[in-house]
């Protein structure tokens, strides 16, 4: 599968997480459903490990702490942080708000991965920005602000990860990256878990409805959506997937309004476009620079 197909197939389920989110609130604690999703999400995994024998490998002196720092910084805390501010924000809102991650992206890549940052590629990312900062202007005298504010404070962490993920070996399968983040997200979590029931107490209703949204949690963003994301990040430039991977507030507006989690506004259909355009100008740049590549190959 190619890196453009599998990151625009991720783009798809990632537009479902805010919704997922939102019919979680009151049903679930967020720490709780963020752990029992990684821990569901690395069981999809667990044939594969078996039959590549990956298991070993999970718990390798050189890929422990990578892998540990991308359950913990890609999986566990931001998921938390996103999943409380659902409380106070909404899935359309939460969705454009954390497209500034392509922010963190094109400063880390830069400065961690030497990537190339374009004129063009700058243009594409302020067209996402722009969109994000109507939400922030438009929301700033309203009780959504607090949750748009945590929403706008946890994207970095989902960048230090797949820093991590871009540094490990070149032999290292997108399978098990994505099922060892999965693992060690479960893992981390745990302390969070016993720390959190320490202070005060959680909610778990056991009833259809969760168990539906614990299986979609976990199997479709904690399992397909990482390997997705990960059979592209690892064979494309982190900055140009990012800012594509980030425009899926499309499709959360659409489901979000048919299904009515909310009435759409017009300031948001406005960051929407604004966003989903910018995304767009990315895409074509990376398929350019595809085509660069094979006729390097064909001319080698």
Not at 79 to 91: C, I, Q, V
């Amino acid at each position: 599968m190619a890196p453009l197909v599998a990151l625009w197939l991720g783009w798809f389920l990632f537009a479902v997480y805010p919704l997922i989110g939102n019919m979680a609130a009151g049903n679930i604690s967020p720490i709780l459903l963020t752990v029992i999703g990684a821990w569901v999400g690395f069981l999809v995994f667990i044939p594969y490990f078996l039959k590549h024998k990956f298991f070993g490998k999970l718990f390798s002196r050189k890929l422990i702490f990578p892998l540990l720092v991308m359950g913990s910084l890609g999986s566990v805390i931001p998921t938390f942080l996103f999943l409380a501010a659902l409380k106070y924000t909404t899935p359309a809102n939460m969705a454009i708000l954390a497209q500034v991650e392509v922010v963190y992206s094109i400063l880390m890549a830069r400065v961690f991965l030497k990537e190339r940052i374009t004129l063009s590629q700058i243009g594409g990312t302020a067209l996402v920005v722009f969109g994000a900062s109507l939400i922030l202007i438009k929301e700033r005298f309203s009780p959504r602000l607090i949750g748009d504010l945590m929403v706008i404070a946890a994207p970095w962490m989902f960048q230090v990860s797949h820093i991590f993920a871009k540094k490990l070996p070149k032999d290292i399968t997108p399978g098990f990256i994505a099922g060892g983040r999965a693992f060690y997200a479960f893992l981390s979590g745990i302390p969070i878990v016993l720390g959190t029931l320490y202070f005060t107490s959680m909610i778990f209703n056991p009833t259809i409805k969760v168990g539906f949204i614990i299986i979609v949690w976990g199997v479709g963003l904690n399992g397909i959506s990482l390997l997705l994301w990960y059979k592209a990040v690892r064979y494309m430039d982190l900055a140009k997937a990012t800012a594509i991977i980030l425009s899926y507030p499309v499709m959360t507006f659409v489901l979000s309004a048919v299904l009515g989690f909310e009435k759409i506004h017009f300031y948001q259909v406005v960051g929407l476009v604004c966003s989903l355009s910018g995304a767009y100008w990315i895409t074509l740049l990376v398929k350019k620079d595809e085509v660069k590549k094979e006729i390097i190959q064909e001319n080698a």
